[in-house]
């Protein structure tokens, strides 16, 4: 073990992610099985500058591996992202002799990880990927994205009642600004009509197609998954361009699942992920590592650096959405 390590702190920051908390235990644990000293920074990065710093015990993180959200609760910082915001922080962390910080959460986190690490290198920092999208670079599965799909599909396996009941076309949004990864496991999972995501370039004409295609066969509903972030525009919009191109269906509906799919209790799949991950960030500090994300490719811990996390694009599956559009016809 590194001599240099006898205190380390955790925190949550960004968007919530069912699974967190289980982070959040395995890290308490595994540190006191090192005995190491361990704080817990409320509010995230903003929490470091109001130096919102406790010191956790084992029996804090009892009882928690089941909720979802963060016991840390967590905050988007603008005062972190200036060096004013980040110096103070630093500063909080050294009067609480803090030598190391795991911080979970997606890429805005780790992007203030990496500025942090530039301006005060006598610092350690170690990443675990807390984020529903699932577009972090380094990692095959992010915490709570398996929730935040199990929550989708379930949203959507109650809308096909009414959708077919009805004869009904239904437009489902679910989350990704960036990413498709919500929506293309949510159309797969839930047997939907089509999915419109970030990563494809298809047109309001081509998605009109799909649906007469689809009607020929005498379906009498449809179901499509659309990304927040598509490239065609609201879900709002897209209902309203297909409704004036398409009369098979007695009705058009949209659904916007929002942040249904943050909230809720994790996954037994996010459990044990968020656990893995969190032990082994202790693990990483313990060896030296620094500035990298722990993640998981092919069932393996892997290390990824803040930068390359932050700055590369993890690798759209083309094959899965190819499929989707074969089975949704």
């Not at 943050?262 to 459990?271: A, E, I, L, T």
């Amino acid at each position: 073990m590194s001599k240099e390590i006898k205190r380390i702190a955790v925190l949550t920051s960004g968007g919530d992610a069912p699974g967190m908390n289980a982070a959040i235990r395995a890290v308490v644990r595994n540190a006191f099985n090192n005995d190491l000293h361990i704080y817990g920074i409320n509010r995230g990065y903003e929490g470091m500058i109001e130096g919102s710093i406790k010191r956790l015990e084992t029996s804090d993180v009892g009882n928690i591996i089941h909720r979802g959200g963060t016991i840390l609760k967590t905050a988007r910082s603008k005062r972190f992202m200036t060096p004013e915001g980040r110096k103070i922080a630093y500063e909080n962390l050294r009067d609480h002799d803090i030598d190391a910080l795991i911080a979970v959460g997606g890429n805005g986190t780790f992007t203030g990880a990496n500025k942090f690490l530039q301006e005060y290198p006598d610092f350690k920092m170690i990443g675990i990927p807390g984020t529903i999208d699932n577009d972090l670079y380094g990692t095959d599965f992010s915490i709570g994205f398996d929730t935040a799909v199990n929550t989708s599909v379930e949203a959507v396996d109650k809308i096909r009642d009414t959708a077919d009941s009805h004869n009904r076309l239904f437009f489902v949004e679910v989350m990704g600004r960036h990413s498709g990864y919500i929506a293309l496991h949510t159309a797969i999972a839930a047997g939907a009509g089509g999915v419109l995501i970030p990563e494809e370039d298809i047109s309001l004409d081509d998605l009109v197609r799909l649906l007469k295609r689809s009607a020929k066969r005498a379906k009498l509903f449809s179901i499509v998954i659309v990304a927040e972030g598509n490239k065609m525009g609201t879900v709002y919009d897209i209902a309203d361009h297909v409704g004036k191109q398409i009369d098979l269906y007695d009705d058009i509906k949209v659904t916007v699942i929002g942040h249904l799919q943050r909230g809720g209790s994790p996954s037994g799949f996010d459990r044990v992920l968020a656990s893995i991950l969190g032990f082994a960030s202790v693990e990483a500090l313990l060896i030296g590592k620094n500035s990298v994300m722990v993640g998981i490719r092919n069932n393996n811990i892997h290390y990824t650096t803040f930068e390359d996390a932050i700055s590369k694009k993890k690798t759209f599956n083309k094959e899965l959405l190819r499929m989707a559009h074969i089975l949704a016809q």
